[in-house]
T-cell receptor, first 115, second 115 residues
Framework: DAKTTQPPSMDCAEGRAANLPCNHS???????VYWYRQIHSQGPQYIIH???NNETNEMASLIITEDRKSSTLILPHATLRDTAVYYC????????????????FGQGTELSVKP | DGGITQSPKYLFRKEGQNVTLSCEQN?????MYWYRQDPGQGLRLIYY???????QKGDIAEGYSVSREKKESFPLTVTSAQKNPTAFYLC??????????????FGPGTRLTVL
């Protein structure tokens, strides 16, 4: 039972920003938001994670609302290679309470980047 | 190159046979995981291991067995007791499970088909 809700699919034009939303209204104070993506028939790839503050790395930006009930993953300039299923996951910070780092994957958002 | 290898990429077996899936990592990670993915679904945790000679059941351990005799290896055996073994199997590893941040690195996966 995933603790996040994501739209099943989204389209984005190549070169434009892709904004992928995620609702996690039952998130607890010590739970992190993680984003992974999975290109067809490959293993998932870590993108970014955050607790309260917005985060940015070379792949993406993560915007977390002040109440932490939702977040948005932003791919600033989407390319065709960004076409994948994107998973938003909440994970307890202290793995002792989460079966040693278990990631609970929902069904994710299938992002299609079109030329 | 550091990473996780899974072999083979495709595996076919007859119903009633046990089959062992290989997972090796040279990242010097303490923790290793096995996930199962069915078409159109997210990943579900089968087993995980936090340290050599220790492993724990995940959410769907029935019909599976594992061993962790070496730090770099975490083989998964799909037994004849597993009712629906046909799936995409993914192995992952992480540095450890003691920190707040625990990025998991995934292998390329093994697609098992039971005929």
């Amino acid at each position: 039972d995933a603790k996040t809700t994501q739209p099943p699919s989204m389209d984005c034009a190549e070169g434009r920003a892709a904004n992928l939303p995620c609702n996690h209204s039952t998130i607890s104070g010590n739970e992190y938001v993680y984003w992974y993506r999975q290109i067809h028939s490959q293993g998932p790839q870590y993108i970014i994670h955050g607790l309260k503050n917005n985060e940015t790395n070379e792949m993406a930006s993560l915007i977390i609302t002040e109440d932490r009930k939702s977040s948005t993953l932003i791919l600033p300039h989407a390319t065709l290679r960004d076409t994948a299923v994107y998973y938003c996951i909440v994970r307890v910070g202290n793995p002792i309470y989460n079966q040693g780092g278990k990631l609970i994957f929902g069904q994710g958002t299938e992002l299609s980047v079109k030329p | 190159d550091g990473g996780i290898t899974q072999s083979p990429k495709y595996l076919f077996r007859k119903e009633g046979q046990n089959v062992t899936l290989s997972c090796e990592q040279n990242l010097n990670h303490d923790a290793m995981y096995w996930y199962r993915q069915d078409p159109g679904q997210g990943l579900r945790l089968i087993y995980y291991s936090q340290i050599v000679n220790d492993f724990q059941k995940g959410d769907i351990a029935e019909g599976y067995s594992v061993s962790r005799e070496k730090k770099e290896s975490f083989p998964l055996t799909v037994t004849s007791a597993q009712k629906n073994p046909t799936a995409f199997y993914l192995c992952a590893s992480s540095i450890d499970v003691s920190g707040d941040y625990n990025e998991q690195f995934f292998g390329p996966g093994t697609r098992l088909t039971v005929l």
